[in-house]
């Protein structure tokens, strides 16, 4: 019994982690959203290899016309739901990867362009981190 609620402390303490870190990619992707059209302030280097506005402007900061920034916001929100009712579940893992192999394909964008988007990093290590919670917690869901 008392292993059982150490193991279900450790998953919620997991689901608390998971939950904080898609709430900063919403963030992340809500300010992406007002610098993109809401002509909010970008706070970003412009010179040099750090620069978010060439990545936000460019001809990959759009698939099928809609603003990764919203794509993102739509991600977090998704990922939210998934995190407060399924967590642990193969619909996490299988939807944060997804969310990965987008991920490469930005990292791709970034590597072409040359430039690097700190706001977008930011996004990455959210998703990334958020793969990998998935994973663990579905591998302690079906121990």
Known sequence: MVKMAIKVAKIIGLQRIAFAISVIGLAVSIYLIGVQYAAAPLVCPSVGIINCETVLTSQYSKIFGIGNSVLGTIFFLIDLVIISKYFGKDVMVLYNTVGL???????????????????????????LLLFLI????????NQ
């Open 101 to 127: 192999a987008f991920i490469i394909y930005y990292i791709s964008a970034e590597y072409l362009l040359g430039k690097i988007c700190l706001y977008c990093t930011i996004v990455h290590i959210c998703v």
């Open 134 to 141: 998935s994973i663990k917690s579905n591998m302690k869901k």
